[in-house]
């Protein structure tokens, strides 16, 4: 029996790219006057965000009147192509046939559909019919950790690999007029992005420079749950988000990190790379902070907000490849990543060059 897990292939998939400057002069400055605006452009100007992808912008098409219909519509013919690109490129740097796969598990909190992007994408990349799926709905920015865990747990017990998809098409849920005036909307206007990431889980370490998963780990503060809300409505998802979301997390987040590594004989200082979710500025600033991490530990993370915005669950995985591409990728990473509860999720990986490999699946 193989001994652990590996991510073994990470495949990215974007929508067109759009400047966070022209969506302010191009769309959302024009939803507001006087004070609001000056509020409203301050709160973009400081989000952290230099360009995000958009399947459906708005300085196109406006979708803030559309029903909940009609966007669920264009969610399954907008995250199709986009799902099968980033699960394809996965696939390919792993080295592995989509029929070979176990479980292919799939992450979206932005749209529903029957067929759902589990079986249409099982279809269209030629999975074997008897391949196991999981679909994880509404765990917002944090689903891909649950999902990494389910991938390598079944993994480990089945000795086959899975594949996770996460795709997420916020665009889509614009908000009517009436509701921009609201801050919390704003802020999420300001903040979230279109994407896709995939990874391969495999039983085993195929190469040295697979990560094995060694540990998902997760705390939620149920006392909190009503400061993350994302709420089904006649007029697309509404965010619900709280200014004290990271006063929370900086009660959580170093116990969890510490009891996570201390598993493991592991401290912070022995950590070479940090995949945090970047939900924001403050949320960054709060991890360096409570973590006592250098401003170099948290680069990955600030430049995927700054290059792509906060993509909810595709996000943690797009800062992991940019940790991976590295010209000196880190030895052991930690994957930190938050949402609705509030739910703190963190994992541990590490390569072969810290890990005993299962020599009975490794191809060099």
Same mark, same amino acid.
């Given at each position: 029996?193989?001994? =652990? ?12 790219a ?26 973009f ?24 219909e009609?966007?669920m ?8 192509p ?16 989509a ?32 391949v ?7 765990m ?12 390598? &747990? ?33 802020v999420? =206007? ?67 990190? &510490? ?9 912070v ?7 945090? =979710? ?53 030895r ?24 005993e490999? &299962? ?6």
């Amino acid at each position: 029996m193989v001994s =652990h897990a590996a991510i073994a292939g990470v495949g990215v998939a974007l929508p067109p790219a759009v400047r966070q400057d022209d969506l302010w002069a191009g769309y959302f400055g024009r939803q507001h006057t006087g004070a609001r605006r000056v509020l409203a452009e301050r709160i973009f100007a400081n989000a952290g965000v230099r360009n995000r992808q958009a399947a459906v912008s708005p300085l196109l098409e406006d979708v803030s009147e559309w029903s909940t219909e009609r966007r669920m519509r264009r969610y399954q013919a907008e995250a199709v192509p986009l799902g099968k690109e980033a699960a394809s490129r996965a696939l390919t740097d792993a080295g592995l046939a989509a029929d070979e796969l176990g479980l292919f598990a799939v992450c979206s909190c932005t749209g529903y559909a029957t067929p759902g992007l589990d079986i249409l994408l099982a279809r269209d990349l030629g999975m074997a019919p008897d391949v196991r799926r999981l679909f994880v709905g509404h765990m917002g920015c944090y689903a891909a950790l649950p999902g990494l865990g389910a991938a390598a &747990d079944f993994a480990i017990a089945q000795g086959r690999p899975a594949l996770l998809l996460c795709a997420e098409l916020t665009s889509l849920h614009l908000q009517p007029p009436a509701l921009r005036a609201d801050i919390q909307q704003i802020v999420s =206007h300001a903040l979230f992005s279109d994407a896709a990431a995939a990874v391969v889980v495999t039983p085993g370490s195929r190469t040295k420079r697979a990560y094995a998963v060694r540990e998902v780990a997760a705390v939620t503060d149920s006392t909190t749950a009503d400061h993350m809300t994302w709420e089904v409505t006649d007029r697309g998802f509404r965010m619900g988000l709280s200014p004290r979301v990271p006063d929370v997390l900086a009660v959580h987040v170093r116990k969890l990190v &510490d009891d996570l590594l201390a598993r493991h004989d592991l401290t912070v200082a022995e950590v070479d790379g940090w995949a945090v =979710h970047p939900g924001g500025p403050k949320i960054l600033d709060v991890v360096q902070e409570r973590l006592g991490l250098d401003d170099g530990a948290l680069a990955a993370s600030r430049e995927v907000l700054a290059a792509y915005g906060n993509c909810s669950s595709p996000t943690v995985l797009l800062v992991l490849d940019v940790l991976r591409r590295r010209a000196r990728p880190p030895r052991r990473v930690v994957l930190l990543a938050f949402g609705p509860g509030l739910t703190l999720y963190g994992a541990l990986l590490e390569t072969s060059a810290v890990t005993e490999l &299962d020599t009975s699946t490794v191809t060099l």
